[in-house]
């Protein structure tokens, strides 16, 4: 009974079933890992998207952002880090600038040739550690006298 | 020589017949088997192999499975992240933030190359005459509403909702120069950078645009283009100008409501409706998707389409509108309503969306009989072969937020 006598396939057709088994579980497992990598990003564009609102929110109600000199080639700028708010993983900076004077929106009720409505372009940009940004833009106005 | 040839022959004679007596013989070690030993490997490799076998479908079936679940979840992302998108820029229209402030410059036959456009663009609210910025139907085979123009949206599912929603595209552009009258066209840059070419210009003719700044708007469709370099401050700048001229299926006047200086943005007015509908398009609604009909969703080659399948296996969408009751509005939903019982569309700052995401193919070894909850909707299955999952969200409609 040497080695050489033995003889039959057991080997080989367990080798060929594993191979089967293990190409499964490797496209599998390839699968698996795209599918988490798209819900990762998923959320962190969430993430990221709810730190951009939130910086909204802030130059929302920073007075800072209503004010004239807001240009275009100068805007008013603040980043998370000046403010103190801790947004976790990614920061945000926002950037108020003046558009146009317009008479108040009838839904104001300001009477058009006393009050006039200043109207400023609210934007919020937010950046992740892994470099995602979202960027929301929003227009605001205040009431103020006409002149 | 004759005599060494001759005791060659001798000894190959001698040899010939030793050979056939050995090969008469079975080889020591070569024996075959006896029909007993055949029967039982046989049987012991048989039990093995449906051992193995049976591990294999089942991997095979595990896979399966996973891979619809799979593919049913980034179905229900992707609609979902669509349809955020799109809801979430409703009413949009540049600084005035008040899509009620556009003046609709388009002809109620409007049509781009052959589709008509008219319940698009012309779906304005009876009672202000006004563009909405949202439209819904509760229950397929109903007219829009607020506006009640007819579906156009091919075969909507019974039972299912649908959302239409118009707006300017974000990625808006001052314009470079001002306009000299109403009836001018419109400024922009040449996107090529240089002397607008004829495929430039003709990229932007039958467009649908809109010009709008800080107190209104206007919404009109490009009837042809020109181009040149102009100066701007000293600085010679390629322009395209895009004209509006009156016409049927076109315009209804030459003139916008004004005339825009720069301080105005000028980009495509987006309008998009989401429905669900039939994918293999015969006389049953057993195969649903989520379609859309409006502008492509390309961001080259601008153009309209009608009943184009987004996703498949979305099998039904409910919605929800939050509506402000507040007198003095504080952009906070106090109710929400179905588009039936919506009392003021304008009055709507979130939408809150339900979809029922099904694999693509049915799978025999299961019976789904389970019970879904749709807002305000609640679907009972009747055992057939598809895992579900349902997937909700809501959406804050930004334009509405003062």
New interface residues.
Partial sequence: MNAAKQSGAALITALMFLVILTMLALSSMTSTTLEERMAANSAESNRVFQVAETGLSVAFADPRSYSMRNTETNPYTRESSAIGINTGAATFEYQSVFRQQTEPPRQTGYEAGKAAAFHFNLRSEATSAAGTTSTLNQGAFQIGPKG | MNANSQAKTGAMTNTLPATRLYAARPPQ?QAGFSLIELMI?ATI?LL??AG?AG??LS??R??RE??ES?VL??NG?FAM?LLQENIRMAGYV?????VT?LTNNLKDDVKRNGVNLANLYNAADNRTGTLNAIEGIDGGGRAWLPSGSGQNSGRMKPGTDAISVRYLR?QAETLPRAMGNAQDGVSVIAPSGAAPTMADLSEFAHTIAGVA???GGDVFIVTNAGGGVYRIDGEPVPLINLRHVAGSSRNKTNALSRSYDT?AVISQFIARRFYIGDTDGDATTDDPGLFYTGTNFSEQGYKHVQNELLIEGVEDMQILYGVDMDANSDNIADEFHTAATVPDWNKIVSVRIALLVRTLRENRDIQNTQTYNLLDKTVRMDGDGYRRRVFTTTILI?NR??
């Fill in positions: 070690g490997a490799s093995l192999l193995a591990l294999f991997n095979k595990i896979y996973q891979e799979a979840q980034e992302r992240q540049g600084c005035s933030d008040d402030q974000g700044d800080c107190s301080q930004r937020d003062a």
